[in-house]
């Protein structure tokens, strides 16, 4: 069994960063071969796309909404994800998730929930003067 905690979230004013985390721990494996994306969930509203990063490195993907303020990116040796957010906005606010797939093409980083199959508990972002 593979688990997923995030954290990093809290409050922050419009314009500012965030970098959220998620450890990955569990059942003996190479976390560079781990796939991992990030999605988000606002009151009221169905969970949504974030951002993604392949298997071993090989792409990344984000959301129109985000790119060019948030990047994904990881730290093998800590078995840790990063989501970076700048330039936050306050329709950024939301609860936000980190997923892992251990299967599946290392050149890809999908945006549907379904490619994933570990999901963490998620952390509140919240984005307000």
């Known amino acids: 069994q593979v688990q997923l905690a995030e954290s990093g979230g809290g409050l922050v004013q419009p314009g500012g960063s965030l970098r959220l985390s998620c450890t990955v721990s569990?059942?003996?494996?190479?976390?560079?071969?781990?796939?991992l994306g990030w999605f988000r969930q606002a009151p009221g509203k169905e969970r949504e796309f974030v951002a993604a990063?392949?298997?071993?490195?090989?792409?990344?993907n984000y959301a129109d909404s985000v790119k060019g303020r948030f990047t994904v990116s990881r730290d093998n040796a800590k078995n840790t994800a990063y989501l970076q957010m700048s330039s936050l906005k306050p329709e950024d606010t939301a609860v936000y998730y980190c997923?892992?797939?251990?299967?599946?093409?290392?050149?890809?980083?999908?945006?549907?929930?379904?490619?994933?199959?570990?999901w963490g508990q998620g952390t509140q972002v919240t984005v307000s003067s």
């Open positions: 569990g059942r003996s494996f190479n976390s560079f071969a781990v796939g």
């Open positions: 990063l392949s298997r071993r490195d090989h792409s990344t």
């Open positions: 997923a892992a797939r251990m299967t599946g093409s290392e050149f890809t980083a999908p945006r549907d929930q379904d490619a994933y199959t570990y």
